[in-house]
């Protein structure tokens, strides 16, 4: 019986997810740890405020805290997408960027060029709403920014200046922690960046997972 207190806290350990915030484009709303596992973070409406995004030559900015993570960016061009159905079309989900792994935690400027994703209504003068997906090896969690694209518009410069690439010295699940700035890219660069993610190559990834464990992850180029 003195091993229960163990064994309860070991069980409790496989369910911790390693949340991630999106700090650029602005998402629907407030940070929600618990939400993050639902759809868009736990923000089912469109919201009104959305942001002026450039058609070509974007960028998304995230901070996250788990090693060996991987990412993707859905797109949907549904007036209030409410759901995962509205960001599919004909059952298959509909990428803006596919799957792309990293090794490091940190903070990350990732390329996202919303005219190169082949789909229907991505155009300029659009309300488009995407939905950044993180798998961390202990599921996947959401959050979903509301834009309005723009084929002639150009970031600020204080956004442009913040797109930088940071990694971490240590795993820290959401939180802060001390980091050392790695090779930038500028915003809709075609190099590398930092590891697979600075890049436009679309890396679809195949995970097993098995009671909050990555039991393999294997990316493969195409």
């Given at each position: 019986?003195?091993?229960?207190?163990l064994a309860v806290l070991a069980s409790l350990s496989l369910g911790v997810h390693a949340h991630f915030r999106l700090l650029f484009p602005e998402p629907r709303g407030v940070f929600?740890?618990?939400q993050e596992p639902n759809f868009c973070g736990g923000y089912s409406?469109?919201?009104?405020n959305r942001t002026t995004f450039p058609l070509e030559g974007g960028f998304f900015r995230i901070r996250q805290g788990h090693e060996?993570?991987?990412t993707s960016v859905l797109v949907s061009v549904a007036p209030n997408p409410n759901s995962f159905d509205t960001f599919k079309s004909g059952g298959e989900d509909?990428?803006?960027r596919f799957w792309a792994n990293e090794s490091k935690t940190g903070n990350f400027c990732?390329?996202?060029d919303l005219s190169a994703s082949g789909v229907s209504g991505v155009e300029d003068g659009a309300n488009v709403t995407i939905q950044i997906v993180l798998n961390g090896g202990d599921g996947q969690l959401y959050q979903c920014a509301d834009l309005t694209l723009s084929s002639n518009y150009t970031f600020p410069s204080d956004i442009q200046s913040a797109c930088v690439n940071e990694t971490a010295d240590h795993t820290a699940h959401g939180t802060e922690t001390s980091t050392s700035p790695s090779t930038s890219e500028t915003a809709g660069s075609s190099g590398s960046g930092?590891?697979?993610l600075g890049g436009f190559e679309h890396l679809p990834v195949l995970s097993a997972l098995g009671a909050g464990v990555v039991g393999a992850l294997i990316a493969i180029a195409l």
């Open positions: 019986m003195k091993f229960a207190p929600v740890a618990d409406d469109v919201t009104t060996d993570w991987s509909l990428y803006a990732i390329p996202l930092n590891g697979q």
